[in-house]
Nanobody
């Protein structure tokens, strides 16, 4: 059974950077498209970024394009989210997710991601 564990969240000030990581166990990492989602207090969970299993393509939400970078390290079964120029509106719990549909295009639809981590809190103060 696939398990995902996020780390790297914390407190930051506007303009700072943080790097989130997500480690997979119990699955073949290279078979999965991977994604990051976030949920702010009182809001629905939303898509942040995704990366294909072959690292051939990435996809970003408009709100983070140019500031966040998603990457993966397949030998370490780890995905990262480099977050730069953080804004208070980036405050949320960040979740990593895995989409096991082989050879499929990246999707922002959370319902296609069938494994989820427990999340890591990111808080950005102004």
């Amino acid at each position: 059974q696939v398990q995902l564990v996020e780390s790297g969240g914390g407190l930051a000030q506007a303009g700072d950077s943080l790097r989130l990581s997500c480690v997979m166990s119990g699955g073949t990492f290279t078979n999965y498209n991977m994604g990051w989602f976030r949920q702010a207090p009182g809001k629905e969970r939303e898509f942040v970024a995704a990366i294909r299993s072959d690292s051939g393509s990435t996809l970003y939400a408009d709100s983070v394009t140019g500031r966040f970078t998603i990457s993966r390290d397949d030998p370490k079964k780890t995905m990262h989210l480099e977050m730069n120029t953080l804004k208070p509106e980036d405050t949320a719990v960040y979740y990593c997710a895995a989409d096991r549909r082989l050879n499929q295009r990246l999707t922002i639809n959370q319902y296609y991601y069938d494994s989820w981590g427990r999340g890591t809190q990111v808080t950005v103060s102004s």
